[in-house]
């Protein structure tokens, strides 16, 4: 799936996107937009990262059935003067609310462009499963515009929504643009064999915390690996790394696009 926005008039409040409305086969997912999931509140001063608006940090987890909560903020489609592919989404207040995404079925491997970045590593894509589990999280590593991708370490249909949302000051606000989304069928995963000494690389932790996590002593179940800025796979072999990490990074360099501002 491929919904870049200007499938529906400017100014559209949490739409709500069918197979049919995004180009997709009949049986693919739907796509709905607000501003949190049930379970979830705004950040307050006490609980939102220094800096940080607090009409786009979220507290809490979603409680139950993954569902977006009808009295969160709205999200809304507008033109963005620094996104080459406007129009855009924007959460409430315009540029400086949280988005949140579900999908009506399990998918595999999802993305988006976000920007305008003007801080590093303060704003955070984090997948969610249906039961409202946090699956992982990756945050921005550059500044303008940036693709930010999340893979299932085994190719598992497991992620049932999507939140973008401040971890940091962010002075120029955030909106999303070209947001991607698959099932394993309709993914190529170029799976490598992970070596059984190897020990993978940590994934990122979903907090506010730059500490990283401890590495596991062997190969972890399935988990969602980290794909940022993802651009063409460099031409070395494949080594005992993260192997969740490297099928991020091969699903979804086709996927992203990167563009810097003049």
């Known amino acids: 799936g491929l919904i870049n926005f200007s499938e529906f008039s400017l100014n559209t409040t949490n739409p709500i996107y069918t197979p049919q409305d995004y180009g997709g086969i009949s049986t693919g997912a739907n796509v709905s937009f607000g501003g949190f999931f049930q379970g979830q509140s705004l950040g307050t001063a006490q609980t939102c990262t220094p800096g940080a608006a607090l009409t786009g940090c979220i507290q809490g987890n979603p409680t139950g059935n993954l569902a977006l909560d009808a009295n969160s903020p709205e999200t809304f489609i507008v033109r963005d003067i620094d996104t080459p592919t406007s129009p855009v989404l924007s959460g409430y207040p315009m ?79 955030f909106a999303i643009d070209n947001l991607r989304f698959g099932r394993t069928s309709q993914i190529d995963f170029p799976l490598p064999t992970p070596s059984p000494t190897a020990t993978p690389t940590p994934l990122p932790t979903p907090t506010n915390s730059p500490s990283p996590s401890p590495q596991p002593s062997e190969t972890p179940p399935p988990d969602i690996s980290e794909s940022s800025g993802a651009q063409e796979m460099p031409t070395v072999p494949v080594s005992p790394l993260d192997w969740g990490l490297l099928v991020g990074l091969g699903v979804l360099g086709y996927m992203g696009q990167f563009w810097q501002r003049k």
């Open 95 to 173: 540029f400086n609310g949280v988005i949140s995404i579900l999908f009506s079925e399990n998918i595999a491997a999802v993305g988006l462009t976000g920007g305008y970045f003007n801080s590093i590593g303060a704003t955070a894509i984090t997948a969610f499963g249906r039961d409202g589990s946090r699956l992982g999280s990756v945050s921005n590593t550059v500044l303008g515009i940036e693709f930010l991708g999340l893979v299932s370490g085994d190719g598992s249909n497991i992620i049932a929504g999507l939140q973008f949302s401040l971890i940091g000051p962010e002075p120029a606000g």
